[in-house]
DNA sequence: TTATTTGCAAACGGTTTGCCGATTA
DNA sequence: TAATCGGCAAACCGTTTGCAAATAA
């Protein structure tokens, strides 16, 4: 397994507190917990975050996802949702089913690839790049 | 040129009104007025509607693109600003200057059919997608 | 000890909505 | 005329923030 969260705290500085701790274990859990696909919203984090320490509040609960996303741990979604989703920091992108709402996360090289040649045929450097697919399942 | 918004409108069975008229007319003279690249957002669209007819107040203009929205005639775009972004609904994908803001469109039909096929591995059928590439200029 | 963090509740900013008079088809 | 729309201001909702007490290093 690769580092946890509370190891790239460490390495970046970021400061270590229980709700920090409990936030950051919340979110290592999730795929396990709720599957390949999960990419909860803060209410839903604190929702399950609560469940361990009812007494973290949701405004922690949101500077957290914002320091560990300033901190490259965790990505943030918008998808088409109003709300902001997280995940941890991984390259990959997403099939959204726009019937039921499921996401599929994919990766594809051959994508990857023609993504940097056109950045590059622009005269730009790719630093990131975001690839949503909105689709209806095949009967 | 292609279809106007106004006969768009028409042809979706959305009913006409002065207000709607003018907003149509300022989103399309956008590119033109301002570049290429423009994608205002429902402030900046109601400053430059305010400069034709004064009195048209902001909850029209949200009211406004979100049916136009709906009706397919513009697309709604989120980027990383808050604010959500307004342009005329066109295929096509865009760059983004990550030091700047400034924002360039492109399509590429290998990238298109990279898509679909994706889509169709996972059993289902393409009906949107959205790729943003965030770089930075080369020197 | 000193800087940082947390919980609370209030503020914020973009967006939506209820009401009712005005307008469209 | 019937149905829909627009203006206004208030409500909404996700997110941020000021403050004072609590805590990490």
């Known amino acids: 397994m690769t580092e946890t969260i509370e190891q790239k705290c ?6 270590l507190t229980d709700q920090r701790r409990i ?7 999730s795929k396990k917990k709720y599957g390949e696909s999960d990419h ?8 399950r975050v ?9 405004a922690t609960v949101y500077r ?9 741990i ?12 997280y995940e941890l920091n991984d390259d990959h992108n997403h099939l959204i089913d726009i019937k039921t709402g499921e ?5 594809d090289e051959e994508i990857e690839e023609l993504q ?10 790719l630093v990131d790049h975001k690839l949503e697919l909105y689709g209806i399942k095949k009967k």
Request: no cysteine.
């Open 64 to 72: 957290t996802v914002k320091l560990f996303e300033e901190a490259g």
């Open 50 to 58: 609560s469940q361990i320490d009812a007494k973290i509040s949701i």
């Open 103 to 107: 996401i599929i996360e994919f990766v």
């Open 23 to 29: 936030i950051a274990r919340v979110i290592s859990d």
């Open 40 to 47: 909860p919203d803060v209410d839903e984090l604190y929702n």
């Open 116 to 125: 940097k040649k056109i950045a590059d045929k622009y005269g730009y450097n």
């Open 10 to 15: 460490i390495s970046k500085g970021v400061k």
């Open 74 to 85: 965790l990505t943030k979604h918008d998808f088409k949702s109003g709300k902001a989703r």
